[in-house]
């Protein structure tokens, strides 16, 4: 058991959690659309069963309900008119998963992508799965989908085959068509798909397409429905409507923490159309358009008592103060501290902060939940639909085959829409008023009651030899997390260790979880230990790495960079790697510090990636552009202020993000490994910039940079 | 203050009911099913919501319905002609200017007022112009991309 719970990082926090609120009151079958056609299953692989115990063991929610409705990791599913679908339970961010699953199908089966429609994230059609999280879609999924689809391919053949009673190795697939060996006949897929009824399930040795003879994955296929997207036409959540829908609103309580001490809800009941909803804690109304929801839920008198809570001016003493001594996410110590700092010439300490961030997906938090005969449905924006259906069996107290949950594409989450408040809230409102009900949340509740990227403490303790290899490497986590915690640098005594600690806010999952964190404090240290002994950042990186990959990736963003080039004034560069999630990292910056102000501006940026054979390099570089330009914020100026259980400044105009005149010159350079297994790309590409913007601070002016985002520092990009 | 009943949007003059203190954002996407323009932060400061009002790029969430009046206001569900994108919109499809698209009506009316009023603009003035609009998945560059796309000013595509 305890090799299972250590699979998932530990700061994955919010999916410890109960579930949001206790109310008082009291399978899917995946063939349901398969009518006629054939259709490949593709059985769970030992992999994702593995995945599916970790979550039922790990999560700390009564799972017992959430069962492996039956051994269906992925299928394909071609239909009597020859079209193609493949079902899945991943979601669709931002991250163009719907193109590069869609191109692996098209690929393994030989047919144009057109051809192939995706259906993903809807419990009640596609097959279960834990949640689009931790760059896993790519490994994972686009694997399954290949083998169902090489299936799909072999054993249309095989029919096309015995209808011309030829043996299957005459029968090719060309451009969506069957022909035999001289080409004299062809066959369309809905020609061989027609009248059959078959469904077949995929061994598990089927083989797939190496990366080398891929036609259609491995190029620039234009997001699927992008046109949609453009045009204003693609419904997410926020979009929906229904029959008779009401629009919701919640009360919410006056600080984090508080409880409920009294109400008067009677002058908002006595609005018209109006439902108010009040359920222990909760309390919440429905109206026939959002602006008397407002009305009313503004009517409601509450009085809340909330206890004395920290602030964020003594975060980082509380975080020491309240760790543990040892958490899960920890390596086991390697070599002896005590000797690596013996037969040192020099040795450093230093201490590193980040603060808390939020994700503030454009999109907020949004469900429209509907209550048919016992049976719920609920359209929300959550990476975790199927985690979402069981907090609701959980609070409901109903069956998980008495809910659906649907997620259409949504305005992307970062790690942060991993839990069920709204649809619950939603299916509450619902459940009270007898009608649909869309809540959407507001930016000012996004920020108060989702959860942040957790704040973290980072103590570094190292020695090093005057030739530049680093003898010792003690490094503590409070509270961040693990997530990229242990180093690809060959490091001969090591002990580094994350300490859970008890946080103030509410925390969990961000983009790259502490990876970003980990890599900030490791590689400023790595550029501290670098002047400590007089070496080029990148020639001193180099001598402690034997990791071929990261020397790669390291290698190439030095050279695009121009790295050692000549040095002008106000200006100073940094560089910084890494690696996580099956992916490799350099970053290179330059940035410009005003002497006059401290203003800091990002000016250049080169950050080379290699994450296995590439899918889809349009994609990759958008994805890798964006992390970068997400980065810019939480190295420079997001964090969240707080104090007393209130978010201080939890709206747009008092929350920084990155904005178009904050974007530096951006270089990518893509390592195409086609020998290698195509893994993740959505997060790791965000973990390089906040070190080598502050690498490049120190380089510009001599004050070292050991916080995220700059404080303290007297320099600012206000 | 009576009741708005009337709107004039994407070139259709359209029957409403509403309070004239109701944000022109909620008019649009809930009572005339218009609901290409995003909520995003409520208080002018990420642009999701952008719309044309005679022309001119408008916050719709911060904008009271009667304060448009007789004014002529522009959605994204305007722009394509014959159901084919107009040609920013092509542009943002070239430039892969989005990822999950939230914020891409906003952006779009954003920087068809700016083409409107200047065909042609360098990059300083594109920055300036869409500075108030977010984009949190990071497209910025892209975007810029596709805004000299469709005025005929980019130097290359993005790949």
């Not at chain 2, 070239?94 to 065909?119: E, F, R, V």
Request: charged share 25%; glycine share 8%; with cysteine.
């Amino acid at each position: 058991m305890n090799e299972l719970l250590d699979q998932l990082e530990a700061e994955r926090y919010e999916l410890f959690e109960g579930p949001a609120y206790h109310f008082s009151f009291n399978r899917r079958q995946f063939l349901k659309a398969f009518s006629g056609g054939i259709a490949l299953i593709v059985p769970m692989s030992n992999l994702v069963a593995h995945t599916l115990q970790q979550e039922q063991g790990e999560s700390g929610r009564n799972r017992s309900n959430e069962r492996v409705p039956d051994d269906i990791g992925a299928w394909i599913h071609i239909d009597e008119s020859g079209t193609v679908s493949a079902f899945t339970g991943k979601v669709e961010i931002g991250q163009n998963i719907r193109t590069s699953l869609a191109q692996a199908v098209a690929d393994e089966l030989h047919v144009p992508m057109n051809e192939v429609r995706l259906v993903m994230a809807d419990t009640d059609l596609t097959p279960f799965d834990l949640g689009t999280f931790g760059s896993m879609s790519t490994p994972r999924m686009a694997p399954q989908l290949r083998k169902a689809a090489a299936a799909a391919r072999e054993t249309l053949i095989a029919l096309a085959a015995e209808q011309w009673k030829v043996a299957p190795a005459d029968v090719r697939i060309v451009n969506a068509r069957f022909v035999n060996h001289d080409a004299s006949k062809s066959l369309t897929l809905a020609e061989v798909a027609k009248g059959r009824k078959l469904v077949k399930t995929i061994p598990p040795d089927v083989a797939i397409t190496p990366a080398r003879d891929w036609t259609i994955a491995g190029t620039s296929v234009p997001k699927v429905d992008g046109r949609d997207f453009v045009s204003g036409k693609h419904q997410y959540t926020t979009d929906l409507k229904r029959e008779g829908m009401l629009y919701g609103r919640i009360v919410r309580p006056s600080a984090l923490e508080a409880k409920l001490l009294t109400s008067d809800t009677k002058a908002a009941e006595s609005m018209p159309g109006v439902v108010v909803v009040h359920d222990g804690d909760f309390i919440g109304v429905a109206a026939p358009d959002l602006q008397t929801a407002i009305r009313a839920e503004k009517a409601i008198a509450v009085h809340w008592e909330a206890p004395g809570q920290p602030g964020n001016d003594e975060l980082f003493d509380y975080l020491k103060k309240n760790a543990t001594a040892v958490s899960r996410g920890s390596g086991h110590p390697v070599g002896s501290i005590a000797d690596g700092m013996a037969a040192a010439d020099k040795k450093l300490s230093a201490t590193y902060t980040v603060a808390y961030i939020a994700h503030a997906p454009l999109e907020p938090r949004a469900a429209v939940a509907e209550w048919n005969d016992g049976k719920l449905t609920v359209w929300t924006g959550t990476q975790r639909p199927f985690g979402v259906r069981n907090e609701l069996a959980e609070t409901f107290h109903i069956p998980e085959e008495k809910i659906r949950v649907i997620t259409p594409d949504m305005g992307s989450g970062y790690g942060g829409k991993h839990t069920g408040e709204c649809a619950i809230e939603a299916a509450r409102l619902a459940r009270g008023s007898g009608k649909p009900v869309k809540l959407v949340w507001t930016r000012e509740e996004e920020f108060s009651w989702a959860y942040f990227r957790p704040a973290g403490v980072i103590e570094v303790s190292t020695g090093v030899k005057n030739d530049g290899t680093v003898t010792a490497w003690e490094f503590h986590n409070y509270n961040s997390g693990g997530a990229g915690i242990q180093v690809k640098y060959d490091f001969p005594n090591q002990n580094i260790q994350f300490h859970n600690s008890k946080s103030p806010l509410r925390q969990g999952s961000y983009r790259g979880l502490a990876a970003t964190a980990n890599h900030f404090a490791r590689e400023v240290h790595m550029d501290e230990l670098a002047h400590a002994v007089n070496m080029d950042p990148v020639e001193f990186r180099l001598k402690n790495i034997k990791d071929e990959r990261l020397k790669a990736v390291l290698q190439a963003a030095a050279k695009t960079f121009r790295w050692g080039g000549k040095k002008t004034d106000g200006r100073g560069v940094g560089i910084a790697c890494g690696f996580e999630k099956g992916s490799y990292i350099a970053t290179a910056a330059e940035v410009s510090v005003d002497a006059k102000t401290g203003r800091v501006k990002i000016e250049r940026v080169v950050e080379s990636f290699e994450c296995g054979a590439i899918v889809n390099k349009l994609h990759l570089n958008n994805q890798v552009e964006g992390a970068i330009v997400q980065a810019i914020g939480g190295a420079l100026f997001e964090q969240i202020e707080f104090k007393n259980g209130q978010i201080l400044n939890g709206k747009f105009s008092k929350y920084r993000l990155p904005r178009f005149s904050d974007v530096p010159k951006i270089e990518v350079v893509l390592l195409d490994r086609k020998d290698l297994p195509s893994a993740g790309a959505g997060e790791t590409p965000i973990v390089g910039l906040a070190p080598a913007v502050g690498n490049a601070i120190f380089d510009a002016t001599g004050k070292r940079i050991r916080s995220m985002p700059l404080h303290g520092s007297g320099l600012s990009a206000a | 203050m009576a009741n708005v009943t009337s709107l004039n949007v994407n070139g259709k003059k359209l029957r409403v009911d509403v309070d004239p203190q109701t944000p022109l954002l909620y008019v649009l996407r809930d009572n005339l099913n218009l609901t290409g323009t995003k909520y995003g932060c409520g208080e002018a400061r990420c642009g999701a919501c952008t719309v044309l009002v005679d022309g001119q790029p408008m916050r719709s969430c911060v904008t009271p319905v009667a304060r448009v009046g007789e004014k002529q206001v522009t959605t994204i569900e305007a722009l394509e002609k014959d159901g084919k994108p107009n040609a920013l919109q092509e542009a943002f499809l070239k430039a892969d200017a989005l990822q999950c698209g939230y914020c891409t009506s906003g952006m779009i009316m954003s920087a068809t007022a700016l083409l409107n009023t200047n065909p042609k603009p360098t990059r300083d003035e594109i920055v300036k112009h869409m500075n108030g609009n977010v984009c949190r998945c990071g497209t910025y560059l892209r975007i810029l991309n596709a805004i000299e796309i469709a005025a005929g000013t980019a130097k290359e595509v993005a790949e």
